[in-house]
């Protein structure tokens, strides 16, 4: 009978551990995704402020030519 009990305990934690990885590699690959993301919104801002920046300095050109 003890050894029944402990072939069951060792399945209930054998199952919490399979079930804590998953959930790890769950975060894991959200984290990832969220990383990512930041990535592309940095990329994007950066962008943006090239072309602003471009704007701004041809605006700065044709101020100078108007003199």
Do not use: P, Y
């Amino acid at each position: 009978m003890n050894k029944g009990w402990a072939f069951a305990a060792a399945v209930l934690l054998a199952g919490c551990g399979v079930e804590t990885a998953s959930t790890a590699a769950t975060a894991g690959a959200i984290k990832k995704e969220e990383v990512e993301q930041g990535r592309r919104n940095l990329d994007q801002f950066q962008q943006k402020l090239d072309q602003a920046n471009r704007q701004v300095q041809q605006s700065a050109e044709r101020a100078g030519d108007d003199r």
